[in-house]
């Protein structure tokens, strides 16, 4: 594995916490509340992989420039940079609302969780399709 390889696992590992946390609210609502703390700490854990491999990344390869051009490129970078903000505050949500969730206080856990689940899940869809746009479909070239 070399550094070049990461965005890929990052994209990933994005993908996957995603899919953990459709599972995990499926599981709040069917009241297996049991099921969902597991898949909630399981989303927690691939986030902080995930972020450890994304500072990892950009730590070594720096700035990644994006090569499309015309009407997809504004696209992109509204994108880019509504998942940028909402990725800022999803460690501290995160976290937040986990914390209250296994100290049991479920109402104060709601309430934040109310908030931080559709953006934690915005920002893990939009960090694979980010990939998609940056790696794979438009790639910078020098």
């Known amino acids: 594995m070399t550094?070049?390889?990461?965005?890929?696992?990052?994209?990933?590992?994005?993908?996957?916490?995603?899919?953990?946390?459709?599972?995990?609210?499926?599981e709040i609502k069917r009241g297996n509340t049991l099921r969902h703390r597991q898949l909630m700490i399981a989303a927690f854990t691939v986030s902080i992989i995930f972020l450890a491999s994304y500072?990892?990344?950009?730590?070594?390869?720096?700035?990644?420039?994006?090569?499309g051009q015309g009407i997809v490129r504004p696209f992109y970078f509204v994108l880019l940079t509504t998942h940028t903000i909402l990725a800022v505050a999803v460690p501290v949500l995160a976290?937040?609302?986990?914390?209250?969730?296994?100290?049991?206080?479920?109402n104060s856990h709601r309430k934040i969780a109310r908030w931080?689940?559709?953006i934690w899940l915005y920002v893990s869809a939009t960090?694979?399709?980010?990939?998609?746009m940056l790696y794979q479909i438009y790639p910078h070239s020098v």
């Open 127 to 132: 960090g694979v399709l980010i990939y998609v």
């Open 95 to 106: 976290t937040i609302t986990l914390v209250r969730g296994l100290r049991a206080r479920y």
């Open 55 to 67: 500072l990892t990344y950009h730590a070594l390869a720096g700035v990644v420039l994006f090569g």
């Open 116 to 118: 931080t689940y559709p």
């Open 3 to 26: 550094v070049q390889d990461l965005p890929m696992i990052n994209a990933g590992l994005n993908g996957l916490c995603a899919v953990i946390l459709l599972f995990a609210r499926r």
